[in-house]
């Protein structure tokens, strides 16, 4: 029978040895991050991403309800500059344009500035309804690698944790959300992306509930992701291309990653140990799962 000190020597060894593994993992994903953010497929993208416009919300329901398939809208002339054309007869999307506008008005002798915007209707293309030139593309790929057991384990984290998971179906491209003691997963995800994502909203529980404020929504994003990261690499399976791509595409890189190392390793750990636990511990209790 181990002695209390070789225990706690073995636990501390354990401790070192991970946090070196996080360090050398978390240096590789940052190395990965900037080779992205340099490359010339990811340097096309940004050029033709700042060329669409950043649609208010309510204009962003006005497309929904119209289109609800709708990726990448931009006007006629818009779509011509890029070198595609709205095909012949296709109906535009109405949408609000702001129009700014400034008059002066005299009122006894006393001469007012007023300054205000009016809105009219005008007509955008989703990328479907249009043919031309391939549009710069920088996929982040899906997880196809099966992780049941990883998954498993990350569920019984979550309850554990007193975190709740409800099944939804969300929109195309959307796998998950932190909601603040309840966590959503889209339906019907293979197991290696559902445990990356449920691994990214972990982090997001642990790390941003109370620091939503604080933040930014790019350093949020880059936290949660490596810590999925360092999950998954540590539990047998590599998600470094999406990861990688992933942070870029929110902003993040290799220098923001090595400035939440601390965070990122500490909130790692917790959630690595906690899968070991309840791997090697009691397997009675279920997930608590919500209906879609």
Known sequence: ???VATGAARATDKARTLRASIDERIESLAKAIDAERASAEFRAYLDVQARFYNYSWHNCLLIYSQRPDASRVAGFRAWKKLGRHVRKGERGIMILAPCPFHRTETDDD????????????VHVFDIAQTDGQPMPAFDVPDVVQAADDLLSGLKAVAVA??????????????????????IELANRMASGQAAKTLAHELAHEALHKADRERLTRSVAELEAE????????????????????????????????????????????????????????PRDAKPETLAA
């Open 110 to 121: 006393t001469e007012r500035a007023i300054d205000g915007v009016w809105f009219k209707p």
């Open 1 to 3: 029978m181990l002695s």
């Open 161 to 182: 944790r007193g975190i709740r998971l409800a099944y939804v179906d969300l929109r195309p491209g959307h796998y998950g959300t932190s909601k603040g003691g309840t």
């Open 226 to 281: 490596a810590v999925a990261y360092v999950v998954c690499r540590h539990c047998g399976f590599d998600v470094e291309v999406r990861s990688s791509r992933y942070i870029a595409l929110w902003g993040g890189d290799g220098k923001g990653l090595r400035e939440s190392l601390d965070r990122i390793s500490a909130t790692a750990r917790a959630i690595i140990d906690d899968v070991e636990a309840q791997q090697t511990g």
